[in-house]
């Protein structure tokens, strides 16, 4: 069992910045293909970035292209996801999740239903 937790959302100003971490409780996050989802309200969830890893998908939504970057500290068991030049339209929860290599269609890379465990989510709004 896999628990993620989410932390450091908060309110900005369009074109700022935010970092936002998800911690794992158990050592060894390399063995898990990991990703940052959203969802804003009245939306489906949406894909974000998966974090770079062998055998794992890899993709970027064009959305935020040039814009967020996904990082890992291994020693910390924390993924991050830096997120700058922030518009109103990334205002939405944001989520981390964590899945099996087994689990995952690279086909797919944002497919919700490969990713096993879930963060609880932090909020990010964005104004203009």
């Known amino acids: 069992q896999v628990q993620l937790v989410e932390s450091g959302g908060g309110s900005v100003q369009a074109g700022g910045s935010l970092r936002v971490s998800c911690e794992a409780s158990?050592?060894?996050?390399?063995?898990?293909?990991m990703a940052w989802f959203r969802q804003a309200p009245g939306k489906g969830r949406e894909g974000i970035a998966t974090a770079t890893k062998d055998g794992c998908p890899t993709a970027q939504a064009d959305s935020v292209k040039g814009r967020f970057t996904v990082s890992e500290d291994m020693s910390r068991n924390t993924l991050y996801l830096q997120m700058n030049d922030l518009r109103p339209e990334d205002t939405a929860m944001y989520y981390c999740?964590?899945?099996?290599?087994?689990?995952?269609?690279?086909?797919?890379?944002?497919?919700?239903?490969?990713?096993?465990?879930w963060g609880q989510g932090t909020q990010v709004t964005v104004s203009s």
């Open positions: 999740a964590a899945g099996y290599r087994s689990y995952m269609d690279l086909r797919q890379p944002f497919s919700t239903a490969s990713y096993t465990y």
């Open positions: 158990v050592e060894g996050i390399s063995g898990y293909c």
